[in-house]
Nanobody, 114 residues
Framework: QVQLVESGGGLVQAGGSLRLSCSAS????????MAWYRQAPGKQRELVAA???????DYVDTVKGRFTISRDNGKNMMYLQMNVLKPEDTGVYYC????????WGQGTQVTVSS
């Protein structure tokens, strides 16, 4: 079973930046479309950004131009660079496959203060 571990969250003021990291216990990023998800308090988990095996990316409209998803195949790592953060970006961020979800990790908390 592949284990996913998210890190890099924290408390930041609006307008600030954070870089989230996702590590996997096996090499999965090059053969799967991977994604970052977030779950805000009292809301359902939503897709934030995705990256295909060929490097194509897609973003939810609310983060376009502010977030960048990337990966390092050699390190089995995926990243989410988040700039110009807004209070509505607050939530727990998870990484996983775009479909056929693996077991969810613990996530990493992002809190953006106004």
């Amino acid at each position: 079973q592949v284990q996913l571990v998210e890190s890099g969250g924290g408390l930041v003021q609006a307008g600030g930046s954070l870089r989230l990291s996702c590590s996997a216990s096996r090499s999965i990023f090059t053969i799967n479309t991977m994604a970052w998800y977030r779950q805000a308090p009292g809301k359902q988990r939503e897709l934030v950004a995705a990256i295909t095996p060929l490097g194509g990316t897609d973003y939810v409209d609310t983060v376009k131009g502010r977030f960048t998803i990337s990966r390092d195949n050699g390190k089995n790592m995926m990243y989410l660079q988040m700039n110009v953060l807004k209070p509505e970006d607050t939530g727990v961020y998870y990484c996983n496959r775009r479909t056929r979800y693996l077991e969810w990790g613990q996530g990493t908390q992002v809190t953006v203060s106004s």
